[in-house]
């Protein structure tokens, strides 16, 4: 059970003059139970390649196979729950319910069975069930993004991908927005995150995806990217691999602020942290 | 970003070299030709103009198609309706309705006209960036007296700017809704009306939400729709007399078709 892309080239507006090359020569694969993150600058194609996960996009060459079925075959979208920037805008029904039993419903799924998906996926983003019969325009941005994602999950995809998830999301929502992927991902499903920010996502993925000009310039796990020599690392990791590199016992896998302070105090005056 | 659909195709063609007010010109030249078509003769001598300004451009039969063909549905129906509502010496019946003869010559003429009228809109927009156009119209508008009505022209091309400048945002935002959409399961054959539905709510919500953005950003910035100059310095060459010329007069060769048939 994976997607398994190999050698995947793709371009926009193809022989036209605004032809436009996205994809070069990709091959990567994601298993089943993945926590996976694809990153790279903007317009380096990351949306592009999520595209073609779920057959929103058909390569020009190369192959797109989910469980092997390739996507230019068959329909493979129930299993693939795509989310994409500002998801909130996609809503559109006269009630909570009548929208997030959109997905499920045109996957064929009826009656008490879509009642309790509908259910299930209002739970795991924590939305009350009194607000089911609520207009979604009626609640708060936050609540018609959880809404927006319980619209995605309630179809009970096996893969789960989500574009720039994070974009303006303050610090703490970010948080519970990777708990509540953490939550998903410890239930099977694979998660596939999108963003060009690297330190929030990196501590929680099994693997990286770094892409650049539409092509994959780096795949392993996230130790393997701290310790690679010649990869754009993000300031904190960098400041202390720089340390570690110089002969300084700290830990470089780290993001947090406050943990990379802990360790350079440590070093500076090793008795004082000890007693706090 | 967006497709092709109605957009400016960067090049360096005899048309792109135009001043934009010829190109304009010649557009209403051929809307009265159009509108004015008959018969089939003159149907073909504008397709015949159409192609040597198609050949004449950089334009692609892509781009021409891919103005045309989102319209289909409107076209299709645009038939349709001439052709069950036009009274006349019935052909065929279908579903108890009538089709006759005279409804199918006149749902074809009409929808003809449309075609054409999209094709040589898309040579004008594939050849010219929208801001020239809008200032073009601008200096085109300038003598004439419509500050009795309370406008101005500066303020009819300010509107123009700003409806040409949102019809790729809003075709952006419409694939963005349609592949999200889609992703949900989205079957427009199964469920066309429940497909309608879904994409026209937040389409609407999204424009309102631009609509409201700009208003904002133009009274922050003190917007008073007096007169401004424009960056674009329009030069009406030597070639433009030329092209308008030879234009014009073919324009009221097809003008005159139908009467010069008649000697
Ligand atoms: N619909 C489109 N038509 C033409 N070019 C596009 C389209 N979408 C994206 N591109 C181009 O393809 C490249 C990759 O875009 P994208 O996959 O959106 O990048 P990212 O998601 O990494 O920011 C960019 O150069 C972008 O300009
Ligand atoms: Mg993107």
Redesign the pocket.
């Known amino acids: 059970m994976s997607i398994d892309i190999k050698n995947l080239i793709f371009s926009?507006?193809r022989s036209t003059s605004?032809e436009?090359?996205?994809?070069n020569d990709v091959s990567l694969s994601i298993k089943k139970g993945d926590f996976v993150l694809i990153s790279?600058?903007?317009?380096?194609?990351?949306?592009?390649?999520?595209?073609h996960m779920n057959g929103l996009l058909k390569p020009c060459s190369g192959s797109v196979e989910v469980d092997g079925i390739p996507t230019h075959k068959k329909d493979i979208r129930s299993k693939v729950g795509m989310l994409f920037q500002f998801p909130q805008k996609q809503l559109f029904g006269k009630t909570v319910d009548e929208d997030i039993s959109f997905g499920p419903a045109n996957f064929g799924i009826k009656g008490n069975q879509l009642k309790k998906q509908v259910h299930e996926a209002m739970d795991l983003m924590f939305l009350d069930e009194s607000i089911a019969s609520v207009s979604p325009f009626d609640l708060s941005g936050g609540q018609m993004r959880l809404v927006a994602m319980a619209g995605v999950l309630a179809s009970k995809p096996d893969y789960l991908i989500l574009?720039?998830p994070a974009s303006g999301l303050d610090a703490k929502n970010r948080k519970i927005l990777f708990s509540i992927l953490k939550k998903l991902n410890s239930k099977g499903i694979s998660i596939i995150v999108?963003s060009?920010q690297i330190s929030d996502v990196l501590p929680l993925v099994d693997r990286l995806f770094l892409?650049d000009s539409?092509k994959i310039v780096f795949k392993g796990s996230p130790d393997e990217y701290l310790r690679s020599t010649n990869l754009y690392l993000p300031d904190i990791p960098w400041i202390m691999k720089e340390l570690h590199d110089r002969g300084f016992d700290v830990k470089f896998d780290i993001f947090d602020i406050d943990e990379a302070f802990y360790e350079v105090s440590s070093l500076l005056n090793p008795q004082k942290v000890d007693e706090q | 970003?967006?497709?092709m659909f109605f957009s400016y195709i960067p090049g360096n063609s005899l048309l792109h070299r135009l001043d934009p007010r010829s190109k304009i010109i010649g557009i209403m030249l051929a809307s009265i030709l159009i509108f004015r078509a008959m018969s089939v003769y003159e149907m073909l001598a504008i397709g015949v103009v159409f192609s040597i300004l198609f050949l004449l451009s950089s334009t692609t039969v892509k781009a021409v198609y891919s103005s045309v063909y989102p319209m289909r549905i409107i076209l299709i129906f645009i038939f349709t309706i001439h052709l069950f509502f036009t009274e006349g010496s019935s052909i065929l019946s279908v579903f108890g309705m009538n089709i006759s003869y005279e409804g199918l010559l006149k749902g074809s003429t009409v929808t003809l006209r449309f075609i054409y009228l999209l094709m040589f809109a898309s040579l004008l927009t594939s050849s010219t960036p929208s801001s020239l156009i809008t200032v073009g119209i601008e200096r085109l508008l300038r003598p004439f007296p419509l500050k009795v009505l309370g406008i101005s022209s500066f303020d009819l091309a300010a509107m123009m700017s700003m409806s040409l400048y949102f019809v790729p945002l809003l075709h952006?935002s419409f694939?963005d809704l349609k592949d999200a959409q889609l992703s949900r399961g989205l079957d427009m054959k199964r469920h066309p009306f429940k497909a309608m539905y879904s994409l026209t709510v937040p389409m609407i919500r999204v424009a309102f939400r631009m609509a409201d953005d700009l208003a904002m950003s133009m009274e922050s910035r003190c917007y008073q729709g007096v007169h401004r100059t424009s960056i674009f310095d329009l030069r009406f060459g030597r070639m433009d007399f030329l092209c308008i010329s030879i234009f014009g007069l073919l324009s009221a060769i097809i003008f005159f078709m139908p009467v010069l048939q008649d000697f």
């Open positions: 926009y507006n605004l436009k090359h996205a994809l790279g600058e903007v317009g380096s194609g990351k949306s592009t390649l999520i595209k574009d720039e999108v060009h892409i539409g | 970003m967006t497709g952006g694939n």
